[in-house]
Structure formats: structure tokens, C-alpha cells
Nanobody, 128 residues
């Protein structure tokens, strides 16, 4: 069955970096866009970044542009989220998710309803 397993979270000081990984199984990663989302304490889930299939276009929430970078390695069945210059407000549980069909080559979105399969999440805490 489809599985998405996140890792790489942890406690980091403001200004620090973390790289999250999302390992996919049960489907061919090459054919699906993947999104990263987060839920901070007391807040709604929000889209952070996504990466499409095909031309691997990437999209970012305004709050993370220039600091976060999403990438994918289809051979390793893994999508990464490199997070630099972390801020306390980036504290959240981060989830990766697989897009819901139909597949749109070269496109993805930050709307959670467009994703059908979700990982269990990895906790990121930014604090001094």
C-alpha cells in the first residue's frame, strides 16, 4: 500500500537548518507531485512547498521563499525539504503528501485537499 515516511525533524536554534526527507513506497514516485505541509500548535494546516512531476516545477509559501528548498530523487524514492534560516514560527509538525489524481504534469498546489495520502509527520522545533 501507499506509504510516506518523514524523517529529519528535531530541535534547532533560530537561524539553523534541517533537511527533512519523505520516503515513498507502494507507488511510483516519478508520476506524482509531492507536497510538504505543516501544522503548528493551535493553527490550521498550511502548505509549505510542493514539487511537480515532469519538469519538476516547485512552489513555495511566501513565508518560506528563499529559505526552504524542495527537491526529489526518484531513484531513491525520496523528496527532500531543505530548511535554512529557521525561525521560531517554523515550529510545527511537517507532513509530506502525495497528490490526488488526475495527475497534472508540471504542476502542483499547496492546497491540502488536492492530496490523498499523507505521512505521519516529523516534529520540527525552533527554539533557543
Amino acid at each position: 500500500q501507499v506509504q510516506l515516511v518523514e524523517s529529519g525533524g528535531g530541535l534547532v536554534q533560530p537561524g539553523g537548518s534541517l533537511r527533512l526527507s519523505c520516503v515513498a513506497s507502494g507507488f511510483t514516485l516519478d508520476y506524482y507531485a509531492i507536497g510538504w505541509f505543516r501544522r503548528a500548535p493551535g493553527k490550521e494546516r498550511e502548505g509549505v512547498s510542493c514539487i511537480s512531476t515532469g519538469t519538476t516545477n516547485t512552489y513555495y509559501a511566501d513565508s518560506v521563499k528563499g529559505r526552504f528548498t524542495i527537491s526529489r530523487d526518484n531513484a531513491k524514492k525520496t523528496v527532500y525539504l531543505q530548511m535554512n534560516s529557521l525561525k521560531p514560527e517554523n515550529t510545527a509538525v511537517y507532513y509530506c503528501a502525495k497528490v490526488r489524481p488526475p495527475i497534472r504534469v508540471g504542476a502542483c498546489s499547496l492546497y491540502g485537499y488536492e492530496y490523498i495520502d499523507w505521512g505521519q509527520g516529523t516534529q520540527v522545533a525552533v527554539s533557543s
